[in-house]
C-alpha cells in the first residue's frame, strides 16, 4: 500500500486526522467571525449579543443539545463499528518497538527531546505550559474583547495564543505522529520507514563555533553569558522599549505581571529559536553545565 | 392511542413520578428546566446570544458528553477486566471474543477517549478567542485548566490498561519524563545531592516500581477508573457551577 494512505489510515491515527479536520475548521470559523466582528465594529454596527433578549432555556437550548448530542453519539457509533481499536501483541519488557511513542497528544513534548534534554522538553516545559495557560488571565488586562470573537482589539494576546496553541503544540504533535519514524529520524509521510537507515549528522556545541572546547571553563563561562544574556536581555530590552513607547502600559501592568509575561514569552520563544539552532546550525547545547544542559 | 396515552398519564405510578403535566406556557417552559435534577444545571432562561451555535460550538457540552460516554463504556469495561498481569492482555482478548458487543464497547471507549481529548482542546480555543476568561472569569479558565491536564492523565492512565506493546512503551516513554525531573529524578539536574536513586525517585512513585511492571498497571487502574474521575467530577461541579455564578455564558459587556 501507499505508505501515505497506510501512515493516516492507522487506526489511531484516524484521530490525528480528524483533529487536523476539525481543528482546521474551528481555526477558520474563530477568525472568521472574529474578522466579521472587526469589520461591524469598524462601521459602528453592533455585534452579536450586544442587543439580545433573553429566551427561554426550554426547548431552544435543550433543543440545540439534544441533537448534538445525536449527532455525537451517531458519529462515535459509526466510527467505532468502521474502526477497530488496535491491540497489539502483549507487552514485552525485553522488545522496545522502533519507534517508541508517546500516547499522541504528549508527541510534541516527545519531539522537543530532539532540541531539549529531558529535564527541560518532558518536565519543565510542560510544567511552564500549565503555569502560563493558568496565569493567562491574569496577566492580560486587556479589558477588550471580552464575550465575542475580535481580533483587531486583542492582536497580540491572540497571536502568541496561537503561535503556541498551533504551532508549538498541534503541528509538533502532528510532525511526531505523521513525521517520525525508526530512530526518531525524519521520514515524509509518503516515505517507507528504513529501520536500518543511519543518519551521521554530527552535532556541535554552540560555543564550539566560536572555536572553544564546550566543556571546558571558558566554554562553561560562555554558554552562561549566552543563556544569562537571552534571559536578562529579553527582561529588559522590552522593558527600555515600552518605556519609551507606552510608559502607561508599563504602569498599567506592573513588576509582578511584567516578569511574568515576559518570562513565559521568552521560555516559549527559547523553543523556536534552539529548533533553528539545531537544524540550522546543528548546535546540540548552548551551555553545558556539571549538572545540567541547556 | 390517546385515550392510552391519557390512561397511562393518569396511572399513580406514573403520577408519583412526573408530578404535573406540560403545557406550553412560561411557568411549564421554567419548571421543565429547575423541576428536573438533570436540566437544572441551566438557568431557566439564556441570553439568544449564548444559544448560537456559531459562538460557543458546543465544544463544551460535547466534552461533558463525551466523558459521560467514557464513564459508561468504562464500567462495561471494567466488569470483564482484571488489572494484573497475568490476566489484563488476555481479558482484553476475551472482551472482543466472547463478550456480545465487546468490540465495538472498546472501540467506543478509544475513540471516545481521542474525541475527547480532542474536544476538550477545542473548548479551551474557543474560550479563548472570546477572551472569555477576562473578568470575572479568571477562576473558572483555570479551572478549566486542571480539567484539561486531568483529560490528558485520564487518557494516560488509561493508555497501559490492554497491557499490550502500544500501552507498555507509550507509558514506558513517558513515565521516563519523570526521572529527568530536577532534584525529584535519579536523572534529573542536583538530585545527587538528595540522594535520589532510581528506587526512590518520583518515576518510582508513579509506578509503584523502577519499571513498568504489575504495580504500574494496578496503579494506572485506580488513577484511570477510581481516582482521577473522582477528581474531575468534582472540578466539573465547580467549572459548572462558576459559569453559572459568573454571569452565564460569555457575551459583549456593554448592554
Known amino acids: 500500500m501507499n505508505p501515505f494512505i497506510e501512515i493516516i489510515t492507522q ?10 479536520l476539525m481543528v482546521s475548521f474551528f481555526m477558520a470559523w474563530a477568525f472568521q467571525q472574529a474578522l466579521h466582528n472587526d469589520k461591524l465594529r469598524a462601521t459602528g454596527y453592533a455585534i452579536e449579543g450586544e442587543h439580545d433578549q433573553d429566551v427561554d432555556t426550554f426547548k431552544p437550548l435543550v433543543r440545540i443539545e439534544l441533537i448534538i448530542s445525536l449527532v455525537v453519539v451517531l458519529g462515535l457509533t459509526i466510527w467505532s463499528i468502521a474502526v477497530d481499536a488496535p491491540l497489539e501483541e502483549i507487552a514485552n519488557p525485553t522488545l522496545t518497538p ?20 529531558p529535564w527541560l522538553a518532558g518536565v519543565v516545559l510542560p510544567s ?15 479589558p477588550k474583547g471580552n464575550g465575542y470573537y475580535t ?24 510532525i511526531g505522529v505523521f513525521d517520525r519514524g525508526p530512530g526518531w529520524l525524519w ?27 564546550s ?5 562553561f563561562i560562555l554558554g552562561a553569558i549566552v543563556v544569562g544574556a537571552y534571559l536578562i536581555g529579553g527582561m529588559i530590552l522590552p522593558y527600555k522599549y515600552w518605556q519609551k513607547k507606552s510608559p502607561e502600559l508599563l504602569q498599567q501592568l506592573g513588576m509582578t505581571r511584567y516578569v511574568t509575561i515576559v518570562f513565559l514569552f521568552i521560555t516559549m520563544m527559547s523553543v523556536p529559536i534552539k529548533m533553528i ?14 549538572w545540567f544542559n541547556v | 392511542m390517546n385515550s392510552l396515552f391519557d390512561k397511562v398519564k393518569s396511572n399513580l405510578i406514573w403520577k408519583s413520578a412526573f408530578r404535573r403535566d406540560y403545557r406550553n406556557n412560561v411557568r411549564d417552559r421554567a419548571l421543565a428546566i429547575f423541576g428536573n435534577v438533570f436540566l437544572h444545571l441551566h438557568p431557566v432562561k439564556v441570553r439568544e446570544s449564548a444559544v448560537k451555535l456559531r459562538y460557543t460550538w458546543g465544544m463544551g457540552g460535547i466534552t461533558f458528553l463525551a466523558f459521560i460516554i467514557l464513564t459508561i463504556t468504562g464500567v462495561v469495561l471494567m466488569f470483564y477486566y482484571h488489572p494484573t498481569v497475568d490476566q489484563a492482555y488476555s481479558d482484553m482478548k476475551d472482551f472482543e471474543f466472547q463478550v456480545p458487543y465487546g468490540v465495538i464497547t472498546r472501540n467506543l471507549h478509544r475513540w471516545g477517549a481521542h474525541f475527547m481529548v480532542i474536544v476538550v482542546m477545542i473548548h479551551m480555543f474557543r474560550v479563548f478567542m472570546t477572551g472569555s476568561y477576562k473578568a470575572p472569569r479568571q477562576f473558572n479558565w483555570g479551572v478549566g485548566v486542571i480539567l484539561l491536564v486531568l483529560t ?16 507498555f512503551w507509550a507509558i514506558t516513554v513517558g513515565t521516563n519524563m519523570g526521572a529527568a525531573t530536577p532534584l525529584l529524578g535519579y536523572q534529573g539536574p542536583f538530585s545527587e545531592y538528595l540522594h535520589i536513586t532510581p528506587y526512590n525517585d518520583i518515576r518510582f512513585a508513579l509506578l509503584g516500581g523502577a519499571r513498568v511492571g504489575g504495580n504500574a498497571l494496578l496503579r494506572s487502574y485506580i488513577w484511570h477508573c477510581v481516582a482521577i474521575p473522582l477528581i474531575a467530577t468534582i472540578l466539573m461541579f465547580v467549572h459548572f457551577w462558576r459559569v453559572r455564578k459568573d454571569g452565564g455564558i460569555s457575551r459583549p459587556q456593554n448592554n
Open chain 1, 187 to 213: 521520514y515524509w509521510p509518503w516515505q517507507e520507514w528504513d529501520t536500518h537507515r543511519v543518519v551521521f549528522e554530527p552535532t556541535t556545541d554552540l560555543s564550539m563555533l566560536v572555536g572553544i572546547e
Open chain 1, 277 to 290: 539552532l539545531r537544524l540550522v546550525f546543528l548546535v546540540k547545547y548552548v551551555w553545558i553545565t556539571p
Open chain 2, 152 to 167: 490528558f492523565l485520564l487518557s494516560f492512565t488509561g493508555y497501559l490498561l490492554p497491557w499490550d506493546q502500544l500501552g
Open chain 1, 11 to 20: 487506526p489511531d491515527n484516524i484521530a490525528i486526522v480528524i483533529m487536523v
Open chain 1, 128 to 142: 511552564l505550559i500549565v503555569v502560563g495557560l493558568l496565569a493567562i488571565p491574569y496577566i492580560d488586562i486587556n
Open chain 1, 98 to 117: 522502533n519507534p517508541a511513542k508517546a500516547p499522541w497528544y504528549f508527541l510534541g513534548l516527545q519531539e522537543l527531546l530532539v532540541y531539549f534534554d
Open chain 1, 151 to 174: 481580533f483587531s482589539e486583542r492582536k497580540y494576546s491572540i497571536m502568541i495564543f496561537s503561535f503556541g496553541f498551533f504551532i508549538l503544540w498541534l503541528l509538533l504533535i502532528v
Open chain 1, 215 to 219: 566543556r571546558s571553563l571558558g566554554g
